[in-house]
């Protein structure tokens, strides 16, 4: 089981060649974009080497944080669905070394995340 096959169940598969221009420059030397899921205005691209996590700020979405995590940081995952009277869902990551995981929420309405064998 990974955050991969977690996130596939709340979220739509973006079409990777459409991904060229805004990810080239940030890849490295090797590096090749494997899958990558949109959730609501936010993407999770996974690479052979690393996960980044796109979150769109503002009313717009033009502002964009990029956080770059690879595979060797993250010591473990959770992934906490939105129940009756939640507003979210949250997927939370821990990085070696750090103690307060990365967080991130999602509206009620993406809440179908589910694990996959």
């Known amino acids: 089981m990974s955050i991969f096959n977690a996130l596939m169940g709340n979220s739509t598969k973006v079409d990777l060649a459409k991904l060229a221009d805004e990810f080239g420059p940030l890849l490295i030397e090797g590096e090749q974009i494997k ?48 129940g009756s009277f939640d507003m979210d869902a949250e997927l939370k990551i821990w990085l070696r070394g750090d103690s307060q995981p990365i967080v991130k929420q999602f509206p009620k309405v993406a809440n179908t995340l589910r694990f996959t064998a």
Do not use: W
């Open 35 to 82: 899958g990558a899921y949109r959730v609501v205005r936010d993407m999770f691209v996974f690479t052979n080497k690393r996960c980044i996590l796109v979150d769109r700020q503002g009313v717009t979405g033009r502002k964009t944080e990029y956080l770059s995590i690879p595979y060797h940081d993250i010591a473990r995952y959770a992934v906490e669905t939105a």
